[in-house]
């Protein structure tokens, strides 16, 4: 792990997993319906080469909050990129 990952690691709660799967694995996102519970769901499964797959169960809410949430800070990373110049302000 890098220097920055470190420092973002010592801001999660104590015991918390840290995966970080490469570009261009495989995460794979789908949905089902568990019988016994009658409950819709949404899954990601999510493999890191170090500490292997990783599964996320949502509900179909939680999971659009998710969503919107991820969409929302991807933009935000992206308008900190480039600048009205549309130079880079960080690298």
Do not use: W
């Amino acid at each position: 792990m890098d220097n920055n990952t470190l420092a973002f690691a010592a801001n999660l709660p104590p015991g918390s997993v840290i995966i970080t799967p490469a570009e261009g694995e495989d995460i794979e996102v789908g949905f089902g319906y568990v019988g016994e519970t009658g409950q819709d769901i949404v899954f990601l499964i999510i493999r890191d080469a170090h500490k292997g797959p990783h599964v996320v169960l949502l509900s179909p809410v939680v999971a659009q909050q998710v969503a919107d949430t991820l969409h929302t800070r991807c933009s935000n990373l992206e308008r900190l990129r480039t600048n009205q110049n549309g130079e880079s302000t960080h690298e």
